[in-house]
């Protein structure tokens, strides 16, 4: 990656967020548009996509354990973002650092575990969103 390219994401990615943010009131309002899930509607399992509005929700709000509670995939993904940002300002002046994860075997384990507790979840009701 260039490192005027570096430098756009550097300034884009804050002003995104800071947008995303400000207008935090309205994205909560208008997720109460999205459908509920049909897989859960249907058989009453939870899905693997099941929770992620509200996840969303609740990390817009500065709840990070309640965003973990309704699907920690989300949470996840937003710090995988952030290690991913980090190493893109960092790369302005270094190009050698990686703090974002490239073997395959790590993203095979992270994968995994995911697929094991969305199956799980749907057997213990402590690990199930709420509602």
């Not at 509607?41 to 500065?62: D, E, F, M, P, Q």
């Amino acid at each position: 990656m260039s490192k005027r390219v570096r430098i756009m994401a550097a300034i884009l990615f804050p002003c995104a967020a800071a947008m995303i943010y400000i207008f935090r009131d309205s994205v909560t309002e208008a997720s109460h548009l999205l459908p509920e899930c049909s897989i859960h509607k249907l058989t009453g399992l939870w899905c693997t996509g099941c929770g992620n509005t509200r996840s969303v929700n609740a990390l817009l709000h500065g709840q990070l354990w309640r965003a973990v509670r309704y699907n920690p995939t989300i949470p996840f993904l937003g710090f995988m973002a952030l290690l991913l940002y980090a190493e893109t300002v960092i790369g302005i002046w270094n190009d050698r650092v990686k703090l974002f994860p490239r073997k395959k075997w790590l993203w095979w384990t992270v994968l995994g575990m995911f697929l094991v507790f969305f199956i799980v979840r749907n057997f213990f009701n402590v690990l199930a969103p709420p509602l």
